[in-house]
């Protein structure tokens, strides 16, 4: 799943959307992509009829009203959206969402038909202090309570802050630790058999080795989804 991020525009999106569409038979998997609210007509119009499916990079947890800016999960349901983002760690950081409001944003969502894929992570200070267990259980402790069904139905992203954007990748092994930990609680939870993507400066050159790990499902890219050739060399790894 590629994360855009606030990238883009119509005319470079229009080449990046062409390529990853022709390449996305090289995938071994799924492939969606999630792009700015203003680029969702954009990827619809460009990915419809294609086995890459699309979504966005947050949600509002309101139903509709006067919530200027926001936009809610019918819109994106709308505009034949997949999959959402909730709480990305840059919005949990400058947006101040706390682990609460991301799991009613993941319950509006699921309301909607939409997919949430639900973020959480740790930032280095909270692994340098051997805190990264407590962090990610209170991240994910709202989420779990949203019961069995409702997992089910969302995917989880572990992504550690330290290593979004800095090219510092988690370990193949750093990686299954914290998944093996969220695969436990997914199924103390009943939901054992949920998606967990890794995200955080995933690369061609290291995406074979973290998805050879038993709990690793798949991966978030940012940076590398912005260039057709390595997102599709990632999605074929
Ligand atoms: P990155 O971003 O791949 O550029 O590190 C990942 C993400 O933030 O989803």
Redesign the pocket.
């Known amino acids: 799943m590629g994360?855009w991020?606030m990238h883009g525009s119509l005319a470079a999106n229009a080449d990046l959307l062409a390529g990853i569409k022709a390449g996305a038979a090289r995938a071994t998997g799924e492939v969606a992509l999630c792009v700015p609210f203003p680029y969702l007509e954009q990827a619809r119009s460009a990915l419809s009829g294609s086995a890459v499916t699309w979504g966005a990079q947050d949600v509002s947890v309101h139903a509709q009203g006067a919530y200027t800016g926001e936009v809610s999960a019918s819109m994106l349901a709308d505009l034949a959206c997949s999959w959402v983002l909730c709480g990305?760690?840059?919005r949990r950081a400058m947006h101040g969402e706390s682990s609460d409001v991301v799991a009613a944003k993941a319950a509006t969502a699921l309301a909607a038909g939409l997919t949430p894929v639900v973020c959480v992570g740790e930032t280095l200070s909270d692994r340098e202090a051997d805190d990264v267990e407590r962090v990610i259980g209170d991240q994910l402790n709202p989420v779990l309570a949203l019961g069995a069904e409702a997992l089910s139905r969302l995917v989880i992203a572990y992504?550690p802050v330290w290593?979004?954007?800095?090219g510092r990748t988690a370990t193949p092994e750093q990686a299954q630790t914290v998944h093996a930990l969220i695969r436990r609680s997914l199924t103390e939870h009943g939901a054992g058999q949920v998606r967990i993507l890794y995200?955080?400066?995933?690369k061609a050159s290291n995406a074979a080795s973290l998805f050879a790990q038993a709990d690793i499902d798949g991966a978030?890219?940012?940076?590398?989804s912005l260039v057709a050739e390595e997102f599709l060399n990632i999605a074929a790894a």
């Not at 978030?220 to 590398?224: H, T």
């Open positions: 994360n991020k990305h760690s840059e992504e290593a979004i954007g800095t995200g955080g400066s995933v978030l890219v940012g940076g590398a």
